[in-house]
């Protein structure tokens, strides 16, 4: 089965190997060592000089604790949301008692970076700023560059919900004053599910030390004083941290310019390719994301016909559109572990596919 949905993605041998060791004590000498060189290594990634969390949780759980570690209920947040993931998001600060103002957009257009600058002139008395950098469910990268410089101008919080770009696409951390970026393992580090990796600046230490949302699980300060020693204030996947130290030296051998070409490569091709089959993007190709592509149905293709297609005669999977979107588009994922011969095998099967979809 060739797997081509947006998360979990492939594992490579090495990930695979490694999550087949033996059980060692989660607060030992050895573990200790892994934490610290996963760590490191992140940073590296991350492109920060600033601390990285490695927490166990599915990606949900790092927006979580991203925003209940930095806000106190009251606290009034802009969320800039175009599609799924955005309004998630949204809705995670919105229970934990932030009042969230919400800046929509289309799905399938990008976020307006100016459109946040006039947010943010005419309410003064936001605190963060929320953001998808890239927007899994309609294949939509943001322009996070042009929104840090607006957020940083105005001295607010920036918390990025990082989890299907940062490993695949740039996002240099530091650079762009990200206050707290949220990863998920199963999409670009070639993992499974399981780790969510979170990098916190000073401003956002600053503001956690403020901040007094109830927290336990995901208390940035526990993470934090128990990382000192090579450990997490919880029994960590332990399997999951084997795995990304093994591909975290994959992606640092590559090398991060390498990794970020190969996935534009592979996501132009298969953009050229849809469209050469006579489809249309559901995202112009100005903003398209390279870990994702979205690709509109026809009026006379049936996509649940032909996502079942793809599987039961390709042993390919693809994923389908979510919430509004189901059954209007369907979506390639290219993320991690993904080379051009895997798209072309994509294309192949779509080629023949698509004629047997039509209803
Ligand atoms: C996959 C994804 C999530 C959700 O992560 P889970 O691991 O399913 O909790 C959130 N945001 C984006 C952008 C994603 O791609």
């Known amino acids: 089965m060739q797997l081509r949905i947006p998360g979990p993605t492939p594992c ?4 695979l190997e490694a999550m087949g060791r033996q059980m060692i004590p989660h607060r030992g000498k050895e573990f200790a060592q892994i934490l610290t060189s996963i760590t490191a290594k992140l940073q590296q990634v991350f492109q920060t000089k600033g601390d990285v969390l490695v927490l166990t ?30 309004d998630r998001f949204a809705d995670i600060a919105e229970q934990y008692g932030a009042l969230v103002k919400r800046l929509t ?27 998808t950098h890239n927007e899994t469910s309609t294949g939509v990268t943001n322009d996070l560059e042009q929104i840090s410089s607006v957020t940083r101008d105005f001295d607010k919080l920036l918390i990025v919900d990082a989890i299907s770009s940062l490993s695949s696409i740039e996002l240099p951390v530091d650079a762009w004053q990200c206050d707290v970026v949220i990863c998920g393992s199963q999409k670009g580090w070639m993992i499974p599910p399981g780790l969510t990796m979170v990098s916190v600046s000073q401003k956002a230490w600053q503001a956690q030390a403020q901040a007094k949302m109830p927290r336990f699980y995901w208390d940035f300060t526990k993470a934090w004083e128990y990382l000192q020693r090579g450990q997490t204030p919880w029994t960590p996947a332990v ?45 112009k190709a100005s903003h398209a994301s390279n870990t994702v592509t979205a690709v509109n149905a026809s009026d006379r293709i049936s996509i649940p016909r032909l996502v079942q297609i793809l599987k039961s005669e390709h042993a390919i999977d693809v994923a389908g559109g979510q919430k509004k979107l189901s059954g209007k588009i369907f979506r390639i994922g290219h993320l991690g572990f993904v080379y051009e011969d895997d798209i072309r095998a994509v294309l192949e099967a779509l080629a023949q596919a698509l004629p047997k979809a039509r209803s």
């Open 12 to 15: 490579p041998p090495q990930a």
């Open 57 to 86: 949780a599915s990606g949900t759980g790092g927006l979580e604790a991203a925003i209940v570690n930095v806000l106190s209920p009251g606290d009034r947040v802009l969320s800039a949301s175009n599609g799924v993931f955005g």
């Open 105 to 131: 957009f289309e799905w399938g257009q990008p976020v307006d970076p100016d459109a946040v600058k006039r947010a943010l002139s005419t309410d003064t008395g936001i605190k963060a700023v929320l953001v």
């Open 239 to 283: 399997s999951l941290c084997f795995a990304l130290d093994a591909t975290l030296d994959l992606i640092l051998e590559e090398g991060l310019p390498a990794v970020f070409a190969r996935h534009a490569r592979v996501a132009q091709m298969a953009r050229e390719g849809v469209e050469a089959l006579g489809l249309s993007l559901f995202a």
